[in-house]
Structure formats: structure tokens, C-alpha cells
């Protein structure tokens, strides 16, 4: 045996013995059953809980998703207070393109034919005056409509006010009490919706395979009887949203139309459908709310015969609708399986260590099993012979 | 020694007393080659899949992104049923703000000088009428185009519909065959687009720092030759995502501009560019589809002479391009690396059980290795007397 | 003991018999304080770093969120190349809707009484001509503003230029060089944010609910003293962002209003506040750019007197607002913990490897305890010997 070949043999030999712990098998039932229901136990948790009710196995996406949005209908409004007016898409929904956030208009409050010139203030606190001198020119009150010119005015008979310059007249801005396209309940939304995961190139539409352009001409969502028709009743968006919509139509509101593309793409599992849902997202408390409700104003813009700009003022109150996607896809994915079974070998490998502290403690027979288990080293007594139950005596 | 200072060492050699399992050398070579040879595989899953292809040693972020679209270029158009016209961007991009989402119209169908009045409706099944009778006054028709007055009246020499309120005269839909404006196929636009993750503050444009001004004033997309330029032609896009610009011209559509970010952050690796993929978004499909194509009513509003308001109907039709951004950027963190790693220990610590299961089924010495290793504990015999090897009798 | 008995012994046997490995204790301090100190400093990873810096026991999601903005205030203009002018929410916020973007007006170029016709071009190095033979007839010029006649016209009574069809006259694109509307950074915008974690059924605002009404109504957000309230003065949400209104308002700009949602949702740490930042969003950079700062147009249609149809084209600069909301909230769940418990049981359970590795190379006793610990089976020589402490003569 030379020495090279002694070297390759040692190195074979720490490469290649197999080092296996000697064990003690303990016949005890008592013991054998803990360790085995304890075992269950993590097997059940892993299976049970993480598998079947978490899906931890998987690999998750975020959705990725278009909107289109259509509403329909028309109404007719004559109050006392207006010209009666017919009213159709291009009237009351702004702006006209429909993409995931749509606006219908339901009440408004309009200024026309204003143009760039000077008139008394609306009569308020800071802006009543007795003479020029309680105008200051130049002035730009926050809370008030203009740039004040410096001159006190009569803004009716019984009250003065501070001239300012603006577009005049002033939008006088109360509300009907009523909303004035209360109707618009009675319009439809198309939804048109398509998703897409990514990570696993997986794409969807919200009109599923199965629905056939016929019953989309005539279906309307119902939770209960065409949960798959993508054409909404806006009165049944705000009613499930837990509001009354004409109480809503007046000072207007955000609701938003909550579609949840929450998907198991495992084969053995491939239901992929929209869930809707509806809920109203502006807080209509006057509490802690600063002006309750939705509205904007806009102003359309004319030029009369002598090329004077003027405009007709609208606030608009109405209900915006905003579709919100969201959704969360998973699929089985070999990382988090590994990560998971490996968290679960983890607990496996701990329950030796538990219920040896069981047999040890707990059981009748612990000193015996201890006794063949357990050997002390005796530092000081030993030399070369075997202490085998034997070193307990000097602790 | 007194009882303190031996409690006190009790507690020590209970605190720092190193318990170990024994275990018993195997020069078998089959045994460890099998032991190597798994230890080993696991290794490998952990380094090349685990770290290589899934990265899974990182901490993963989503954008969060801002979008500006510019469209580019003019057209003429000059056919029959139309007055010839020039087309600038303030024309034929609806609306005009580029954000994340532009329209540019290709078709369209005008309905000019409508007014609030009456006029016979279009006929259909349900609109003709022999007398006034047939028509109920105040019935609004879902597929009609207003409220019913209750009149009958001739809509043609040959029909008779019943009368509506509404804007009139009635938009006749009927769309032109072939596209209005089919030269937008050679309009570009330019995107910009500015992404965060906020995770890792980590900030990026799609306008690239190794592209200058000069170079960006005549580039156009190019998957092969400029991969990095911001501007594209939009009849490139249309045919990346699969289609006919004329076709998809005519009754519009919804192209997704796709621009995946998908990073790694790390500084081993620190590409981060923008990939742009190109999709179809609707369904051109008629069977399982409700108004293919895509269009939306807008109203340009006028007032004649003697004030009355007078509008512009206009259908358009068009295609909707939708820039969407999405990506996950990596880097590496401590925790999940931690993790993975805890995993894959989890299972090296499995290996010795697999191992010894091996050895004790299918090695020819089994039963030698058995002896050695495995102590049968026979409670009945035994009371002081190690029992090695003697004690498979009873079973 | 029939068979069927015996069979069913052996077989409890085999599954209540509990194996566990013989271990060796051993009395030497260092070697005890080495494998507690090890098993400490993971158990405080764990604790410290896990646990409460990254808080991975926690099951996180994603934010979704809904966004109102409503600008407030006026300016009246007064420069010597236009008209005086007054300046309300109507007039400078393009487009009037509030949603998670919105537009304030800053500067413009404005091209009134554009109509469809034909006039000559801008002079430029591409459009000069000398006459009508350098101007071909239908040709499109990228950089030019219309499509040829074919004609050359006096652009000037220096130049001639190609003529085009166009809407003429073509806007003159010279930007003056103070903001128009640098009034505009006393504007005030109102926020209104309402987010969801789907996953946890939680809804809040960025209206706290300790704030009310009268608060808000002169409350402003100011990063030390009010830094709950929702108002935001532009000119601090640009100068946040590091940047000069009045130099930002020349050209425009996108500004980003970043709110921070990241929430703890334990019991024990229910703080959930929004936290605001503001960053600019485009690159003021002139040398990688196209098209610096932010600009669009737009036209508003008029009508003359004979229904010729007139335009005036205006090119809006100014500042866009992107209110972008990101998040992710975190709440105890017991998956996450699990596996990262379970990734430390596995280093606890690495620790002893290390331990005896340490114990027989770097302690002095380390062939006693070596003796004792491992016993080397002697495959040849062995046949019923127990060899124990006496096998190393042959390596």
C-alpha cells in the first residue's frame, strides 16, 4: 500500500462512509402514540390548512386589466324652473368617452350667458359694505367670486356689496331640491372588461365564452337569476351599494363597481369568473366632510355676433361610477411548494426533540429509557473504558 | 461543596452540557454514494433553480408608474358624402390630454343641426304606426330615440312611425364602409413613461439615459433596428398586435401598448429596460359580443341666432390605445433568501432518513448494519443488562 | 400467539415503536457555550430581524383606491400681447373632472379664428421656395402644418413659402416667457382618497375621522403643523418636489402627489395613516427629452354667422397632478409564520452539525470524545463483535 494510494483511500473513505445516528427503539405505546398523533397533526396542518384552504403552493399574479364602459338610456325632464329638455348620452354623461371611471350627471345648477365684467358680490359677511372704503382693490377674497374693483355696489335693494370683476353674472349656487334627472336610475351600463395575468399569459374577458350575442341584447345583471350579463341598471348598482339613488341623484356621489378576477389556474381547478360588487366610496356623513357628494363645474363657450366671449356655467352634480379590478391569480408553482414542505419537514424534525422530552419526563419507565439513551461522558474517570449507565453518580 | 454552590452546577451542566448523538461510521460505498449523490441533488435544485431561474432569493416590488402621450401628424380627408377637411391633433384625438389612455378617431358618423323638437321616428318593427292610436303618449322605448308625443306621422313617402321628443332630426347610424380617416395609420406617438418602486426607490424613464434630443427627433419604434425608441408609428402597433389598421379603422377597437419592467435590481444585475409588447384588448369576435368595435357619442354644442341651442351630433369611432404598465423588479433580501435556504436544509435533513431507509431494505449487509445501529429496548428481560443485538427473539 | 395475532403485533410494532438516537452527553463547557451561543444568535435573527423588523410573519395585500380632487381659486391675467382676463375652476382646469389626474393651466398659445383654407407655410429650411415648382402638389411634410397646394405664396415680403391646406392661419408656436397664470401656485386642491385592502375587508380615507368639518374648511396641509389635512397649496406640492413654480409654470411639468398607504393592521399596531410625498415626474433635462415640460392642444368649435365652422386652437401648458396611491398592508397570518419558523427550526437543527464539527477538530479532548461518539464498523473483521473504540487500527 504506497502512500499516494493510502491518501486516495482515506480521502474515498471521508467522502463515501455514511455516518448514520445508532438508535434505540423504545416498545412503548404510550410514547409511540404521541409520536405518531403529533406527526398527524403536522401532516393534517400541511395538507389540511396550507394545501386545501391557503393554496400556499402556489404562485401568485396581480391582474392586469381594460375597461370599456357604455351607458344607454334617455330621459325627458320639465320642471318649473327650466326649459323642458330632453336628454340623451352625449347630454349627460362627461366626458363622453367611456373608459373605467364614467360620470352621470343627475342635477345641476346653471349659470348662462356670463361674460367678463364687473358685478356686486353674492351678500355675505366679508363682503357687505357701507361705502368704496370697505373695498380694497385689488382684493382676491378666497371665499369670495372675483378681484374686487374698489367700489361699493348695491347688490339689491336692501344690501351693498363689494364690486368685483368676474365672469357676471355670479353663479348663484342652490341646489334643487330635487334631483332634476332622478330618470337616470333607469339607464344601463355596459361593462366590458378584459383581464390579463401576465406571469402565466393567461387572458379573459368578463363576456364569458358560454354567452351569445342575443341574450346580450336583452340581458340585465341580477345576482340571482343573470349573474354573468355584463349590462348594469344603475339603480341596481346603487341600490347594492346600500344607497336609494334618488337621495343620492341629488347631491351626487361615488360608487364604485368592484370586479374580483380572483382565480385558481390549476388545472384541476379552472374557474376563472368575475365576482361583482358594489359599494359607495365617498363618505356622505357631513362630520368629518368637506362638500359631501360629487360635482364639478364646466362651462361651455360661445362667441356672440360681435365676437364677445361668453359662457354658460354648469356645476354638475352626479353619480361617478368607478370600476375598480382587482384580483389575485395563482398557479402551482414548484418554489413555494419546496418552501412550504420544507417549513413543514422543519416541524416534522422537531417533534423528536419534543416527544423525547415526553419519554424522559412523563412516562413511568423514564429512567430506564433514559439509562439506554443517555450516556455521560465522565471526563475525569474515563481513559479509555466505556461509561455506559454507569457515570451518573457524581452529578 | 455546599447545596448552593451544587445546585448552581446542577443548573451549569444542565445550561452547557452538549448532548450528542452517537452514531455509527459505514464504509459501505454504495450506501454513500447514494447519500452524496442526494445531498448533491439537492444542492443543485437549490442553486440553479431556486437561485439561477427563480430568483428566489429576492425581494420583489410592483411598479407604480406615470404615462404622457403625444400623437403626432395631420391628414386630408376628401370623399363624397363630405365636405373636404383637414385634420390637425386638436381634431382627431378625443380627448385631447394625453395620459395613459388616447383615442385617435378613424370613422364617424355626423349628425349636424339638431335641435330640441319632434320628429318621426326611424322606422323599425316597433316604431311604424297606422294611427295615432299605436302610439302611447310618453312611452319611452328602450330602442327608440325618445319620448312618444302620441302623433303618427309619415317618417317616408311609404312608412308611417310614430313621433318622438327628442334631438331631431334623428341620427341615422349608419356607418361609412370604409374608414373616414385611414391615413391616421401613419400619425406616431411619443410616450413617456416614468416608473417607481417604491420599495427600493428606485426611479426610471422609458426614455433611456444613453438616448440623446437629436436622436429622439427622428427615431421610430423598431423591434429590430431601435428597440429603444419612445415613438411609434401607429400603424406598427396595430399590425404587432395582430390586426389590420383599415379594418380595425372602420368600426374601432382597443389596442393595449404593453410595457413590461420586469427588473432585476441587484447589482450583479442591473439591467432595467422597458419591453413593449403590443395586444388586441377587445373582442373582434361577433358571436359573444354586444356593439363590437369601439365608439362613443359626443355633442359639440352651438347657439343660432335668435339663442337657441343647436348641436353637433357625432358618433366616433376610432381606436383606443391604452398604455399598461406592469412589472415586478427583484433584489435581494435577507429574509426570503433565509427562507429558501431554511427550505432546502429542511430537506438535506430528510436525506439520512432516506438514506437509512436504503440501507436497511436494500444493501446485502443490511442485517449487520441493523445490529450495529439499531438497539431493540425489550422492557421485560432487561432490567440492568445492555441488550445489543439480542433482542430480535420475540418479535 | 396464532399468525393473525402475531401479524398484528408486528404491525403495531412497527408503527407505535419509537426510535430515537442514543446520545452522548458531554461535559465541556466550551463546547456547551459555543452551541448555545449559536442557537442564540439564531433565535434572535428570528426574533429581532424577522420578526419585528420585517414583520414577515404577516400576510400582506395591496392597495385599491379611489381618488377626488377639486381645485380651488381665481387670477385675473393682465399682459400687455392679450386681453385682460379672469380666470375661474372652469377655465383652467382641463378637463373640469376631478379625477386621479387633473390639469392646471399655466401658460398657452393661442391661434383664434383658425378656418379650414389655404395659406402660406411657416418659413423653415424645408418650406422655402422660389416658385411653384419646388412645392409638389399632395405632399405631407412631417414638420410642416398642412398638406401642399402646390403653390408658392409670400409667406412674408422677405420669403416665399410653400402654400397649404390647412386651418388657417397656422398657429405662430412661440411660448412667452413668463407663466401666463403663475397666479395659479395660490390655487388650493382638495384630495379626497378612499382606499381598500380586499383581503382584509378594510376601508378608510384620508379624511381621518378625528378631523371635522369646520377644520377642513380652513385647515391647509403643512408637513409639521397640519399634516392631516387633505387641502394642498400647489405652489407647496410643487416647491416639495424640488422645484420653482414659477420657472415650472414657463413650460409645465408632471407632478407626482405619492400617498403612502403602507399599513400595520395587527391589533397591536392598528396605525394606519396616509403619508404624503411629492416628486417631479418628467425630466426637466434638455438632453435626453423630446418635447420638455407638458403641453397638448386643444380647439374650442364655433360657428359664424353663415355655418362656416371656426375654431380657436389653443396649445395649454401647465402643470398635470397624478395623485399615484400605493401600499401594502401587512396582518398576522399563520402561513407566513409557519414558514419562517420553520426556515429557523432549520438552522437550529443545522447547529449541532456545526457543533460537532467544532467539538472534534478544535477541543483538546476531541479523540475521547471522538471514541465515544463514533463508532467505525469494521465490515471485515466483524462478524458478531461489537466493535467499539477499537476499529481505528486499519485507517
Given at each position: 500500500?504506497?502512500?499516494?494510494?493510502?491518501?486516495?483511500?482515506?480521502?474515498?473513505?471521508?467522502?463515501?462512509?455514511?455516518?448514520?445516528?445508532?438508535?434505540?427503539?423504545?416498545?412503548?405505546?404510550?410514547?409511540?402514540?404521541?409520536?405518531?398523533?403529533?406527526?398527524?397533526?403536522?401532516?393534517?396542518?400541511?395538507?389540511?390548512?396550507?394545501?386545501?384552504?391557503?393554496k400556499a403552493y402556489q404562485?401568485?399574479?396581480?391582474?392586469?386589466?381594460?375597461?370599456?364602459?357604455?351607458?344607454?338610456?334617455?330621459?325627458?325632464?320639465?320642471?318649473?324652473?327650466?326649459?323642458?329638455?330632453?336628454?340623451?348620452?352625449?347630454?349627460?354623461?362627461?366626458?363622453?368617452?367611456?373608459?373605467?371611471?364614467?360620470?352621470?350627471?343627475?342635477?345641476?345648477?346653471?349659470?348662462?350667458?356670463?361674460?367678463?365684467s364687473r358685478c356686486p358680490?353674492?351678500?355675505?359677511?366679508?363682503?357687505?359694505?357701507?361705502?368704496?372704503?370697505?373695498?380694497?382693490?385689488?382684493?382676491?377674497?378666497?371665499?369670495?367670486?372675483?378681484?374686487?374693483?374698489?367700489?361699493?355696489?348695491?347688490?339689491?335693494?336692501?344690501?351693498?356689496?363689494?364690486?368685483?370683476?368676474?365672469?357676471?353674472?355670479?353663479?348663484?349656487?342652490?341646489?334643487?331640491?330635487?334631483?332634476?334627472?332622478?330618470?337616470?336610475?333607469?339607464?344601463?351600463?355596459?361593462?366590458?372588461?378584459?383581464?390579463?395575468?401576465?406571469?402565466?399569459?393567461?387572458?379573459?374577458?368578463?363576456?364569458?365564452?358560454?354567452?351569445?350575442?342575443?341574450?346580450?341584447?336583452?340581458?340585465?345583471?341580477?345576482?340571482?337569476?343573470?349573474?354573468?350579463?355584463?349590462?348594469?341598471?344603475?339603480?341596481?348598482?346603487?341600490?347594492?351599494?346600500?344607497?336609494?339613488?334618488?337621495?343620492?341623484?341629488?347631491?351626487?356621489?361615488?360608487?364604485?363597481?368592484?370586479?374580483?378576477?380572483?382565480?385558481?389556474?390549476?388545472?384541476?381547478?379552472?374557474?376563472?369568473?368575475?365576482?361583482?360588487?358594489?359599494?359607495?366610496?365617498?363618505?356622505?356623513?357631513?362630520?368629518?366632510?368637506?362638500?359631501?357628494?360629487?360635482?364639478?363645474?364646466?362651462?361651455?363657450?360661445?362667441?356672440?355676433?360681435?365676437?364677445?366671449?361668453?359662457?354658460?356655467?354648469?356645476?354638475?352634480?352626479?353619480?361617478?361610477?368607478?370600476?375598480?379590478?382587482?384580483?389575485?391569480?395563482?398557479?402551482?408553482?414548484?418554489?413555494?411548494?419546496?418552501?412550504?414542505?420544507?417549513?413543514?419537514?422543519?416541524?416534522?424534525?422537531?417533534?423528536?426533540?419534543?416527544?423525547?422530552?415526553?419519554?424522559?419526563?412523563?412516562?413511568?419507565?423514564?429512567?430506564?429509557?433514559?439509562?439506554?439513551?443517555?450516556?455521560?461522558?465522565?471526563?475525569?474517570?474515563?481513559?479509555?473504558?466505556?461509561?455506559?449507565?454507569?457515570?451518573?453518580?457524581?452529578?
Amino acid at each position: 500500500m504506497g502512500k499516494t494510494a493510502g491518501g486516495f483511500q482515506s480521502c474515498l473513505h471521508y467522502m463515501f462512509d455514511y455516518e448514520t445516528p445508532k438508535t434505540l427503539v423504545i416498545p412503548n405505546l404510550w410514547v409511540g402514540f404521541v409520536f405518531r398523533f403529533t406527526q398527524f397533526l403536522v401532516v393534517l396542518y400541511v395538507v389540511g390548512y396550507v394545501c386545501v384552504v391557503e393554496k400556499a403552493y402556489q404562485v401568485t399574479d396581480s391582474v392586469v386589466s381594460s375597461v370599456t364602459t357604455k351607458v344607454k338610456g334617455f330621459a325627458f325632464t320639465n320642471t318649473s324652473d327650466r326649459d323642458p329638455q330632453f336628454w340623451d348620452v352625449a347630454d349627460y354623461v362627461i366626458p363622453p368617452q367611456g373608459d373605467n371611471s364614467f360620470f352621470v350627471l343627475t342635477n345641476m345648477v346653471v349659470t348662462p350667458l356670463q361674460t367678463q365684467s364687473r358685478c356686486p358680490e353674492l351678500p355675505s359677511p366679508s363682503s357687505t359694505c357701507v361705502d368704496d372704503c370697505d373695498c380694497i382693490e385689488g382684493y382676491n377674497d378666497p371665499r369670495g367670486n372675483g378681484i374686487r374693483t374698489g367700489l361699493c355696489e348695491n347688490a339689491s335693494t336692501t344690501v351693498q356689496t363689494c364690486e368685483v370683476l368676474s365672469w357676471c353674472p355670479l353663479e348663484i349656487d342652490k341646489l334643487p331640491e330635487h334631483a332634476l334627472l332622478a330618470a337616470a336610475e333607469n339607464f344601463t351600463v355596459l361593462i366590458k372588461n378584459s383581464i390579463t395575468y401576465p406571469k402565466f399569459n393567461f387572458h379573459k374577458r368578463n363576456i364569458l365564452s358560454h354567452v351569445n350575442s342575443s341574450y346580450l341584447k336583452r340581458c340585465e345583471f341580477n345576482r340571482a337569476t343573470d349573474p354573468d350579463c355584463p349590462i348594469f341598471r344603475l339603480k341596481r348598482i346603487v341600490s347594492e351599494a346600500g344607497e336609494e339613488f334618488e337621495d343620492m341623484a341629488v347631491k351626487g356621489g361615488i360608487v364604485g363597481i368592484i370586479i374580483d378576477w380572483s382565480c385558481d389556474l390549476d388545472w384541476w381547478a379552472r374557474k376563472c369568473y368575475p365576482k361583482y360588487s358594489f359599494r359607495r366610496l365617498d363618505s356622505k356623513h357631513p362630520v368629518n366632510n368637506v362638500a359631501p357628494g360629487y360635482n364639478f363645474r364646466f362651462a361651455k363657450y360661445y362667441k356672440t355676433q360681435d365676437g364677445e366671449e361668453t359662457r354658460t356655467l354648469i356645476k354638475a352634480y352626479g353619480i361617478r361610477f368607478d370600476v375598480i379590478v382587482f384580483g389575485t391569480a395563482g398557479k402551482f408553482g414548484i418554489v413555494p411548494t419546496i418552501v412550504h414542505l420544507g417549513a413543514a419537514l422543519s416541524f416534522l424534525s422537531l417533534i423528536p426533540m419534543v416527544v423525547d422530552w415526553f419519554m424522559l419526563t412523563c412516562v413511568r419507565k423514564r429512567d430506564l429509557y433514559s439509562r439506554h439513551k443517555v450516556t455521560y461522558l465522565n471526563e475525569d474517570a474515563v481513559t479509555e473504558s466505556v461509561s455506559m449507565g454507569t457515570s451518573y453518580g457524581t452529578q
